[in-house]
């Protein structure tokens, strides 16, 4: 089977740093998929992205040795073995709030006896071999998210969870849930608090910290801290980011705001 290259790397103590997808094309996730990322996160929660979007991208993600894997929508056994079957080699499960939801989690990623994942690797055993069924539980990885008041205060549960590969922290809906504004890229000393007790838990657990930015700033911060799992941009984030900043050099030429089109008056 073909292995999982985050785990190879986590065992040997490295950073894989990746990025999200949120246009629903293959051309973007191919082109994203050759930027020289270790991972790329189909996000089928706030990517305007389905199923039927999600089966071809995963296939243009593995033209490369990129690692695909995707945010479900929700913790949803359902919807997580779907994405496994299509070639996911991981899930991202946002929300999870204690530890029966990340058992519930674990569950669905792992054939029985471990788990409850029904058999089905319709394209996933194309990408990962004919004994797919074989060794997925051990390659597959089930990173929950803590991002939740409910969450915070239940981190120990989750992290300690048996099958937790690793916890992915939201920036924004973590500072929604510690009452601060959804700011991404965070510096409020109460969310530098809160990811900081996420990394020293994860670290006493071993279990692999994973955290969300929007710069190489923030995510060479993260590396430097100890975090293993480390988005850098989406596609979305990356093209209107760099076509700002060019638009902002030109001289001798107003730009358009975009929002201020022409009206009839009356
Ligand atoms: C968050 O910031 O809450 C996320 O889930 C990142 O996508
Ligand atoms: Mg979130």
Redesign the pocket.
């Known amino acids: 089977m073909r292995l999982n290259r985050l785990k190879q790397l986590w065992r040997e103590g490295k950073p894989a740093i990746g990025g999200f997808l949120s246009i629903p094309h293959t051309l973007s996730a191919e082109m994203m998929a050759h930027t020289g990322l270790d991972w790329l996160c189909i996000d089928m929660q706030h990517g305007c992205i389905d199923y039927s979007d999600a089966v071809p991208m995963l296939a243009a993600i593995s033209t490369t040795a990129v690692t695909p894997i995707v945010r479900v929508p929700w913790n949803e056994p359902s919807m997580i073995m779907k994405a496994l079957d299509a070639g996911a080699y991981g899930v991202i499960v946002?929300m999870v709030s204690n530890r029966a939801e990340a058992e519930r989690a674990v569950a669905a990623c792992r054939y029985p006896p471990r788990g409850i994942r029904s058999n089905g690797p319709n394209r996933a055993a194309l990408y990962g071999g004919a004994d797919y069924q074989k060794h997925a539980d051990n390659e597959m990885l089930c990173i929950v998210?803590i991002?939740t008041a409910e969450g915070i205060e239940k981190m120990e549960e989750i992290v300690s969870t048996p099958g937790v590969d690793a916890v992915y922290i939201?920036p924004?809906?973590l500072a929604l849930a510690l009452g601060l504004p959804p700011v991404m890229d965070n510096d409020d000393p109460k969310h530098v608090a809160t990811v900081n007790k996420v990394l020293e838990t994860c670290r006493r657990h071993k279990v692999v910290a994973a955290m969300h930015t929007m710069s190489s700033k923030y995510t060479q911060r993260y590396i430097d801290q100890g975090f293993q799992m480390v988005m850098l941009t989406a596609d979305r984030i990356a093209m209107s980011n760099f076509v700002k900043a060019e638009v902002g050099k030109l001289t001798g030429w107003t730009p358009l705001v975009p929002t201020e089109a022409p009206r009839r008056n009356g």
Do not use: F, L, S
Request: net charge negative; charged share 35%; hydrophobic share 15%.
């Open positions: 946002p998210m991002e939201g924004t809906d």
